[in-house]
Every structure is written in C-alpha cells, then in structure tokens.
C-alpha cells in the first residue's frame, strides 16, 4: 500500500508561482513513476507530467506544449517526494492537481495505468 500526499496548492495570480509536493510512502519509491494530472471543473482528469527511472537514467515528460518552459517535474528519492514547480501560471491552469504513483514496472501517461492517487490539491490562478 502507497499513501500519496500533496500540497502546494493555492490561489494565485496569473504570472505568479507555486510549488507543488507529493510525499509517498513504500520503500521502493525511487522505483516508481510518479505522475501528476489534472482536472479542471466540467472536464475529464488529463495527465500532466510524470517522471521514471530507467537503467539507471531519470526520465521526465511533460503532457505538453502550452507547460513547456513554465513547469518542471523533479523528484527527490531521500525524501520520497515529487515536486511541479509551475511558473508563469495561467487562469486556464486552474485545477484538482492529482499526484499518482505506479508501482508495477514501465510507465505510461494513460490514469487508468497508476495505482495510488492523491487526494487532489486546487490550483486556482485568477486573471
């Protein structure tokens, strides 16, 4: 069992900032694909970015053109937590951000392939 936990999340301006956290427990957490997706009100959840380890290599996407260049995905494996650093912000960012963990092998962008969700934290950017 995984226990994801985030937060960061907030009512900001749009141009400014937040740091978004997700703390996961398991020991096998550098093992892991970490993503984080989104939803906004009205619409469906949509993957964001995720980040993995392969061959000894750390991987990161984002889902992406319109977040490129204004937000990261990093991970820390001594603190067993993932970060989105999102600059720039949008009020079209504006959502339920979700952290997910997926513990089986390989990776994916698709939500039905994770299997620890978050609880969710809201991103509100006002115009």
């Known amino acids: 069992q995984v226990q994801l936990v985030e937060s960061g999340g907030g009512l900001v301006q749009a141009g400014g900032s937040l740091r978004l956290s997700c703390a996961a427990s398991g020991r096998a957490f550098s093992s892991y694909t970490m993503g984080w997706f989104r939803q906004a009100p009205g619409k469906e959840r949509e993957f964001v970015a995720r980040?993995?380890?392969?061959?000894?290599?750390?991987?990161?996407?984002d889902a992406a053109d319109s977040v490129k260049g204004r937000f990261t995905m990093s991970r820390d494996n001594a603190k067993n937590t993932v970060y989105r650093q999102m600059n720039s912000l949008k009020p079209e960012d504006t959502a339920v951000y979700y952290c997910?963990?997926?513990?089986?092998?390989?990776?994916?962008?698709?939500?039905?392939?994770?299997?620890?969700w978050g609880q969710g934290t809201q991103v509100t950017v006002s115009s």
């Open positions: 997910a963990a997926r513990v089986v092998g390989g990776t994916s962008s698709r939500a039905l392939d994770y299997d620890y």
């Open positions: 980040v993995w380890r392969a061959r000894g290599i750390t991987y990161y996407t």
